[in-house]
């Protein structure tokens, strides 16, 4: 069985992968490094606790990372509307019981240790998945390349390389909030796949599937019919012509454990550093012809395949 690492900058989206992770006969979860992005560091500490206690996995660890971008000097201090006050759509889950693993600072280093530990101990049998900021990554990568080069998969959500950004016309959230740290980790040699907008904006949960959780009469959901709620309205009133909501996360989740969900491009990237294109996730011209391919861009999704898979998983951990 594979060991899993999931890297959370804990949101609403972020949460529904931890829960399908955690339904997945595939794969162990053996812990989570948090990072700043949706909400800051703390809270993303604070939301995955409070979240794996609600699914009934307390045994899970959380450890902090990084609180600011690698070019940031202040810890970064934003919670996203499209998330709630808090994060989790302004739910508010009982206090967990017990505290995360170290403290969040600007170099993740409790996060960055664990993750190399994880990679010394397990080689292949890790799957890495970072759903927000590769701050973390990037750090990991800088201490010890050949550790994350041994691993059997590091799978990302963020960047957009055939459609629009999400925060800019070129700009995924993730990537631009952390630019200098996508960039790095793209330009490593380390392998890594990227599940961006191209994909996760062709996956969408139907408003519906929120009764079905409702009903299983489970505090977990009836909160999670909270927590995604309020992204549905979000999503409905920004972005409606989706007719649901974006399974970003989850699908880079899902891609990780089954990659014969995407079809896949082989490509050298590169993030745009400076000018109105900063944090596009791009070709990198300088290695267009190198026989080597570092970065492989799911560009193409079963889509009915992957939500009804969701969908039975998300019973499976609500329920």
């Not at 999670?224 to 880079?252: K, M, R, S, T, W």
């Amino acid at each position: 069985m594979k060991k899993l690492v999931l890297d959370l900058d804990m949101g609403v989206d972020d949460a529904m992968a931890l829960a399908y992770a955690l339904a997945s006969p595939e794969a162990e979860l053996i812990g989570i490094t948090t990072v700043f992005g949706n909400v800051p560091c703390a809270q993303s500490v604070a939301n995955c606790l409070a979240v794996l206690e609600l699914l009934g996995h307390p045994e899970v660890p959380v450890v902090a990372g990084a609180d600011r971008a690698l070019a940031a000097r202040e810890p970064y201090a934003t919670m996203v509307d499209v998330h709630g006050d808090n994060g989790i759509g302004g739910v508010e889950l009982p206090v967990p019981a017990r505290a995360g693993m170290g403290a969040p600072d600007a170099a993740g280093g409790a996060a960055v240790d664990f993750l190399l530990d994880a990679a010394r101990t397990w080689g292949s049998d890790l799957i890495y998945v970072p759903t927000g900021p590769l701050t973390n990554l990037a750090r990991a990568i800088e201490r010890d390349a050949q550790a994350m080069r041994s691993i059997g998969g590091i799978v990302f959500m963020g960047g957009a390389l055939t459609i629009p950004g999400n925060v800019t016309p070129g700009a995924e959230a993730n990537i631009a909030n952390d630019p200098e740290a996508a960039d790095a980790v793209l330009r490593s040699g380390v392998p890594v796949t990227m599940v961006g907008l191209d994909v996760t904006h062709q996956t969408i949960l139907p408003f519906d599937e929120l009764a079905r959780w409702r009903a299983l009469g489970t505090p977990a959901g009836a909160a999670f019919a909270d927590i995604v709620g309020y992204y549905f309205n979000f999503y409905l009133e920004h972005q409606g012509y989706l007719g649901g909501c974006a399974l970003h996360d989850p699908l880079a989740v899902a891609i990780a454990l089954d990659p014969a969900l995407a079809g896949m491009l082989d490509i050298n990237l590169k993030v745009d550093l400076d000018g109105p294109f900063r944090g596009r996730t791009i070709g990198d011209p300088l290695r267009l012809h190198d026989p080597q391919k570092s970065s492989r861009v799911a560009v193409s999704v079963d889509a009915p395949r992957f939500v009804e898979r969701f969908c039975e998983r998300m019973l499976r951990a609500l329920g």
